[in-house]
């Protein structure tokens, strides 16, 4: 070998070895910038920041709603109880909520939004009131997860929230979240969390699609399958409550389904679907000031498709139906 060929590796091992240093510092310049600025309100920087965040989607706007002091009572669970307004139950309660729900999320991430809505609390939580759909009745003890959820930004470990921010939808955050700490009035997620869907259908024309109509009134299978166990979400919650919450007011709901969602009497379906309710009724009847509320049932409401966008989708006439009877339930355990 040449001593030119032999200079010139030098020169490029130097310039690989200068390039992975600069980028390292970069790497963790941007890390620390990302870890003040605390890009999703969640609260572990050492900076007085601006409360709140500005809007997004309720997965990673929960990490500021969930420990917003204001609220001691939240609603957990997907677009099947996204409908309950944290409203209408402070008005008939008298306890402020806070939606902490997630569109497309099962019992895994509901149970991390608890955790980190209960560990937020310097007082016990006055309730809580939990969606519990057909991903709730799984056998599969990994509780899966459908849709991608950001579970590092809910991490009790400090060292995986540093991961988790080194990721690029982050650093697409950090100039929105800079606008919303130096804007004098931004415009700001709503606190509560609550996020009607209602609005959406009518604009794009469901309630008045027939091919809707025709698409609902077809009879489905919803039963979940599971008609002998484990129901390893059930046992999760009970942990997480007894562990967090043992005293907590609890509400299961339930949530309503389209006549033809609802499993035939008799059939396979309908043993699965039993098989679940009575796991959850049996944590119900196992903890102090705790209701199960079954609004999956074949009653007036879930037979009228004026009611529903889909065999799940219902409308908010129902959902004020679902939030007296959530109420009433709370205001019994006092």
């Given amino acids: 070998m040449s001593s030119s060929t032999s200079s010139s590796e030098t020169r490029w091992r130097g310039f ?39 809007p997004q989607g ?29 409203e209408a139950l402070k008005q008939q309660t008298g306890i402020a909520f806070v939606s902490l729900i997630a569109p497309a999320t099962g019992p895994r991430e509901s149970l991390v939004l608890l955790d980190w809505f209960l560990r937020h609390r310097k007082e016990p939580a006055k309730a809580l009131v939990i969606g519990i759909d057909v991903r709730w009745c799984t ?3 990994s509780l899966p997860v459908e849709k991608p959820f950001p579970f590092w930004l809910f991490e009790r470990s400090p060292a995986a ?10 650093i697409e955050e950090i100039p929105r979240r800079l606008r919303y700490q130096t804007a004098k009035a931004p415009q700001r997620a709503r606190p509560d969390g609550f996020w009607n869907y209602e609005e959406g259908y009518e604009v794009q024309g ?17 039963g979940g399958g599971n008609a002998t166990g484990p129901f390893p979400a059930a046992d999760a ?23 033809s969602a609802l499993p035939v009497p008799g059939s396979a379906d309908a043993a699965a679907d039993s098989a679940c309710r009575d796991a959850f009724a049996g944590l119900a009847a196992s903890r102090p000031r705790t209701a199960l509320i079954d609004w999956r049932i074949d009653r007036p409401e879930n037979r009228e498709p004026d009611n529903y966008f889909d065999h799940s989708h219902y409308r908010l006439g129902i959902a004020r139906l679902v939030e007296a009877d959530i109420a009433a339930a709370i205001n019994r355990f006092r």
């Fill in 58 to 86: 309720p997965r990673t706007a929960a990490a500021s709603r969930g420990r917003d002091p204001q609220f001691s009572g939240a609603i957990f669970g997907n677009s099947h109880i996204q409908l309950v307004s944290p």
């Fill in 139 to 141: 056998p599969d003890a």
């Fill in 16 to 54: 690989a070895a200068t390039f992975a240093l600069a980028a390292a510092g970069l790497a963790l310049a941007l890390l620390a910038f990302a870890f003040l600025v605390d890009p999703y309100d969640s609260g572990r920087s050492p900076l007085k920041l601006k409360p709140g965040v500005s």
């Fill in 237 to 259: 919650l009970r942990a997480l409550l007894a562990r967090q919450a043992p005293d907590a007011p609890v509400v299961l709901l339930r949530p309503p389904n389209f006549v």
């Fill in 206 to 222: 469901f309630h008045n699609d027939p091919a809707r109509r025709a698409r609902l009134l077809e009879p489905i299978q919803s």
């Fill in 161 to 170: 929230y540093l991961a988790g921010l080194m990721r690029f939808d982050v």
